[in-house]
C-alpha cells in the first residue's frame, strides 16, 4: 500500500511538473528527439521539393518530408519501401528506399 501511494504521487508530481519522465531517462517526454526513438534512423536524400509519406506502399498521400530532414523507422524492408514517420504531421507510413539514407540503428 505504501508503495502504491508512493508510486501515484510520483506519477502526479511528474505530470504537474510539465510530463512524464521515460524510464532510466532524465529528461521528460516533450524533451525526447526523434532520433531517440529505436529502429533505424534515416535522412532524407536526393529529393528536390518533398518526399511522400505513404499509408500503404504506392497508397494515399499521410505525410510529407524535405530534403535533409531526419526520421526514424523500421529496419525492415517492404520491397523498396521502408516504414517510416513523417515529421510535417508525424503520421506513420511508407516511403521509397531510394530516398533514405540510413545513418544509423536505435
Partial sequence: MPT??????LVA????GGGLVIAGDARPASAVTVLDRPG???RIVRV??????RATPRGRIVDKLYPGDRTWGSCEKFGSW???HG????RRGF???HHLK???RR
Fill in 40 to 42: 533505424c534512423k534515416y
Fill in 102 to 104: 540510413k545513418i544509423g
Fill in 87 to 90: 515529421t510535417d504531421i508525424g
Fill in 95 to 97: 516511403a521509397f528506399g
Fill in 48 to 53: 528536390k521539393n518533398r518526399l511522400n509519406v
Fill in 4 to 9: 502504491t501511494r508512493i508510486a501515484a504521487g
Fill in 82 to 84: 521502408r516504414r517510416i
Fill in 13 to 16: 508530481a511528474a505530470l504537474a
